[in-house]
């Protein structure tokens, strides 16, 4: 994404290079997880059985595709018709963040051929069964939101007009899974009660992941329209996008009273100020993911200038990666004493996932009309 | 399920179901400044078992016996039992690919030697019984006659009595569990928190959709009665 050339093609070759030679890498590695099993690739173990795949590709991938729900929702449900350009690009990101999403899965998961027993077997009384249907529905859901492009671009006008005719009813079950999904996330955590660091196993985790991923679904659409300003020479709306990021001062500002409040009642504050490796991630999560961002966005002069704007959605995006990282990896003790960090291998999993990523959303910008403004609200 | 200790091998495992702790305690009360604590460690067994909680497609079972058990045919490999056991048990076949078919192995208290009127085969050679076996109520009683024989061999407190709600597995220990590596862990059975926001899931969705459904309709209404009211503010 480097297009500091002002020639762009050796610019883009070069980018081409790297892109293909981490999704070769991903393959081939997950070649290897199938033959040999994920010990081979991985530095997992039964004191860390879940890893890099699971906090960054799923927990993430997931708290940054919450921009389709959130983007969706303001525009159907609660009328900002003019944030419709931002929508589908908003949606791609998020249908792609989802289906990477289920590929590491596919990779992390120790018997993939069996996904469909999610189906069948059913313990309501498990979190991960909640974020297995969720997971299931909710791409389904955006398999419809997305859809149009397709339909659109080739012309079929009568399924397009099928599909129009139940927009609001996709979108409202949309945020609802949306909803159930962010929020199970943080649930997976609660029954960690006696290992995860005082400091974020809480009652509120649903609700806290919850919060930050709506906070974070305006800051990726702003992060992705500068991408695609840069790699697609397109106009970057600044007067659009310096207006919903308006909402994520208000939507943080509620995370860190509650947070904070949170402690209070629990009695932790102690254990905000022991000088601990985990207090010191505490505060950079907090001071650079949510206070700086709070403060920052609440300022017009900030929000007003492309930069500006851009770096400090960054910082949000920061917050929250660090935020899912410490809760599902960093802040859960390991009594016997074992270590972990990604083998390099994980890593090829990871960014191999990420180039396919970036790859369709190229392939779908070029071939697709994915920033035309559809009039499909206006027909229902 | 680890202490800072000579064991070998260095924790339970797939292909270790139980192991025998080896902790070297020092303090100038022992003879010769130390003394050794051997506790054998395996599944607790729990009453409330968070892995038959967290499971997604109910692979684990808590039968009536006692032992919490494993549907091999069920299991998707997803290891949240592991992350949610609070005893770090299960243990996950790292080293087997696609068609090797890794699981989940733990200790299963030898429930099939159990349905043939048998001991589990760690009760049954064990010379000097320090593991035996019976009804809970039972092990309980003959615990705290113990304790009461012993007070200067025993410390008071049986651990699996209440911890994480209470498990099957019980111990006697001659000094505090905590310097011998077991977690210290409340009473209450640590799927409380889950179980209770799974009950709330499908009344929540519900109500939200009603209320998303709602909200459409008051804006389109408003967007119908006042279509001059462009201007909306985030």
């Known amino acids: 994404m480097n297009s500091e050339n002002k020639t762009s093609s050796p610019t883009i070759s070069f980018s081409w290079t790297i892109l293909i030679i981490l999704m070769v890498a991903g393959f081939l590695t997950t070649v290897a997880r199938f033959i040999w099993g994920i010990g081979s690739i991985s530095n997992l173990n039964d004191s860390y059985p879940w890893g890099l795949w699971i906090s960054f590709d799923l927990l993430c991938g997931i708290a940054l595709a919450a921009g ?4 969706a929702g303001g525009v159907y449900i609660l009328g900002f018709d003019k944030f419709k350009p931002l929508l589908r690009p908003a949606i791609l990101t998020g249908f792609l963040g989802y289906l990477l999403a289920i590929l590491a899965l596919g990779v992390d998961l120790g018997r993939p051929e069996r996904i469909w027993h999610l189906i069948i077997y059913w313990n309501p009384h498990s979190v991960m069964f909640e974020v297995g249907w969720c997971v299931m529905l909710y791409t389904t859901i955006l398999a419809l939101e997305f859809l149009p492009m397709p339909l659109e671009r080739f012309g079929l006008k009568k399924p397009l007009s099928i599909i129009h005719k139940f927009t609001i009813p996709i979108v409202i079950v949309g945020v609802v899974l949306s909803t159930l999904h962010q929020s199970s996330l943080g649930s997976l955590f609660l029954i960690v009660v006696n290992r995860l660091h005082p400091l974020w196993h809480s009652k509120l985790l649903p609700l806290f992941f919850f919060l930050t991923a709506v906070a974070v679904g305006p800051a990726v659409v702003v992060v992705e ?5 840069r790699i697609f020479k397109r106009h970057f709306e600044l007067d659009l996008l310096s207006r919903i990021v308006k909402v994520i001062p208000m939507l943080l500002g509620l995370y860190l009273v509650l947070r904070f409040g949170d402690l209070v009642i629990a009695g ?3 254990t905000l100020f022991t000088g601990s490796l985990l207090t010191l991630l505490f505060w950079i999560e907090i001071l650079i993911g949510v206070v700086a961002p709070i403060y920052l966005f609440s300022k017009a002069s900030v929000r007003e200038n492309q930069t500006s704007l851009v770096k400090t959605s960054l910082l949000v995006i920061i917050g929250v990666v660090l935020n899912r990282f410490n809760v599902s990896l960093i802040a ?3 009594p016997d004493g074992a270590t972990y960090f990604p083998h390099l291998l994980e890593f090829c999993i990871s960014f191999g996932v990420i180039a396919g990523g970036i790859f369709v959303f190229w392939l779908a910008a070029r071939f697709l009309p994915i920033w035309e403004v559809s009039d499909d609200a206006s027909k229902v | 399920m680890t202490s800072d ?13 139980t192991r025998v ?12 400044g130390m003394k050794w604590v051997f ?7 729990c009453l409330h078992p968070a892995c038959v909680s967290a499971c997604p497609v109910g692979a684990f079972r808590k039968t009536d016996e006692g032992p919490v058990v494993y549907d091999a045919q069920k299991c998707i490999g997803c290891r949240y039992c592991m992350v949610s056991c609070p005893f770090g048990v299960p243990g996950f076949e790292w080293d087997k690919g696609l068609l090797a078919q890794p699981l989940i192995k733990k200790c299963k208290m030898c429930v099939d030697r159990l349905g043939a009127g048998m001991e589990p085969a760690c ?13 809970r109520d039972e092990l309980l009683a003959t615990a705290k006659e113990r304790i009461a024989a012993n007070p200067d061999t025993y410390i008071n407190h049986i651990y699996g009595e209440n911890e994480v709600g209470g498990t099957s597995m019980l111990y006697l220990s001659s000094v505090p569990f905590e310097q011998i590596g077991f977690p210290k862990l409340g009473s209450e059975a640590v799927t409380v928190n889950t179980e209770a926001v799974m009950e709330k899931t499908l009344p929540f969705a519900a109500a939200w959709t009603v209320i998303l459904a709602a909200t459409y309709g008051v804006v389109k209404f408003r967007e119908r009665t006042n279509p001059q009211g462009e201007e909306k503010n985030q």
Not at chain 2, 39 to 45: L, N, P, S, V
Not at chain 2, 124 to 129: A, G, L, Q
Request: proline fraction near 7%; glycine fraction near 2%.
């Open chain 2, 5 to 17: 200790s000579w064991t070998n091998p260095f924790r339970l495992s797939a292909r270790t179901w």
């Open chain 1, 225 to 229: 329209a500068y991408l695609s300003s």
């Open chain 2, 21 to 32: 702790d080896f902790t070297e305690l020092q303090s100038p009360q022992y003879k010769a």
């Open chain 2, 123 to 135: 009760v049954k050679h064990c010379p000097p019984r320090a593991t035996i076996f019976g009804e």
């Open chain 2, 39 to 45: 506790a054998r460690r395996q599944c607790m067994h």
């Open chain 1, 332 to 334: 859960i003790a390991r």
């Open chain 1, 68 to 71: 389709a729900f959130t983007t």
């Open chain 1, 268 to 270: 932790k504050l102690r």
